[in-house]
């Protein structure tokens, strides 16, 4: 029986720019390549070392080709001009191509993105936007007010978590009609890494806060309650790994019990890590969902989290983590200490990251949904 317009398989083009989200775009591409859809990723090359390999589904690196060689302060300026040009490429190539779905995972150059978008819909392509973060964590109110108008421009918006569609509706005044809450899927592909090294020294149990270093994720607080975590765990040891964007002199890194590995972690390192780890800590001042934690998930760590975004939402409906204030040092010390002094309580949180893993969070219903966004805009 030939194929209905219901079911016949899509042809899909992913876009993401910079990779802001490489391993999030392998599972959903793999996912998606899965239940037979034709899936093509536009990104750029992976500057850190080696992004997943695709499985299923093509990778185009159209983005930055010279920018990401440019070093220093040249290189941000470069990466503009560049993107403006690479966009002109993507759009011969999408209208040569004509996918019946262009999904955008990230807005890099958003005023000159937005009319680059609708000129696709004008041209028949419908477009699709996911909304990683639907309020920018860092930047002035111009920047919100950016973030704002692209999430307007797409006639459907994809969101993680009830947390970032009321901020979808409530702070960015985009339709409530246009919005579908989709979870962010656990990255399953860390499970599957070859053996690392765990890129810290030996020693006691092990707390990890892992991912790019930045204020709004709050190592600054985790490392003000080190020492009262050593107080009650003397052997307790802390890392934090990841490539800093921020200037990283002032944290009070130098305590006893602490590493830090101020460098773009590998995806064995990084599964290293969280398979050693007694607890991710994650002691964000904002997000709503973070791909570190959906990492965690993935490796089934035992997470304390602060009660921000959509962490709320994994807590509540899910079981996964220990909530703690966000910014409360002391509260977070508790929390770290208690899970660190308890292994029932710590098996308990890690049975619960495997459960939601296996359930809400595993792709096969993730991407259904997705493709039924998908049918949406091409019926």
């Known amino acids: 029986m030939p194929d209905t317009p219901a079911d016949r398989p899509l042809s899909l083009a992913l876009i993401d720019p910079s990779g802001y989200s490489r391993p999030y775009d392998h599972e959903l591409a793999r996912a998606l390549a899965g239940r037979g859809h034709r899936v093509t990723l536009w990104t750029a090359g992976f500057i850190h070392g080696e992004a997943p390999a695709p ?134 592909y860390l499970r599957d890494q070859p053996a690392a090294a765990v890129p810290v020294p030996g020693g006691g149990p092990l707390v990890a806060l892992p991912g790019i270093i930045r204020p709004y994720k709050g190592a600054d607080v985790l490392l003000a309650a080190w020492p009262r975590v050593r107080e009650r765990v003397p052997e307790a040891r802390l890392a934090i790994a990841g490539r800093p964007m921020m200037d990283i002199s002032a944290l009070a890194a130098d305590q006893p019990g602490v590493t830090l590995v101020p460098r773009f972690l590998s995806d064995p390192e990084l599964s290293a890590l969280l398979d050693a780890a007694d607890v991710v800590a994650l002691p964000y001042r904002s997000i709503d969902n973070s791909g570190v934690v959906f990492a965690a998930l993935a490796l089934g760590c035992a997470v304390v989290m602060s009660d921000v975004g959509g962490f709320r939402e994994l807590h509540d409906r899910d079981g996964v983590g220990e909530l703690v204030p966000a910014g409360d040092a002391s509260t977070l010390a508790d929390a770290v200490a208690e899970v660190l002094a308890d292994p029932d309580r710590r098996d308990r949180l890690r049975a619960a990251s495997r459960a939601a893993r296996d359930g809400r969070f595993a792709w096969p219903a993730i991407a259904a949904d997705t493709e039924a966004v998908y049918r949406e805009v091409t019926g």
């Open 55 to 188: 499985d299923g589904y093509e990778v185009c690196q159209l983005f930055y080709r010279h920018a990401n060689r440019v070093g220093g302060r040249l290189r941000q300026p470069a990466k503009a001009a560049e993107h403006v040009l690479d966009l002109g490429r993507l759009r011969r190539r999408l209208l040569a191509r004509r996918p019946d779905v262009v999904h955008v995972q990230w807005s890099v150059l958003r005023p000159v993105e937005r009319p680059f978008y609708r000129m696709l819909e004008r041209a028949g392509l419908p477009v699709v936007f996911t909304a990683h973060d639907p309020l920018p964590n860092a930047g002035g109110a111009g920047r919100r007010r950016s973030f704002a108008a692209t999430a307007r421009g797409f006639r459907r918006v994809i969101v993680h978590s009830d947390w970032g569609r009321r901020a979808l509706i409530g702070a960015c005044g985009v339709e409530p009609a246009r919005i579908r809450v989709i979870p962010h899927g656990e990255l399953a």
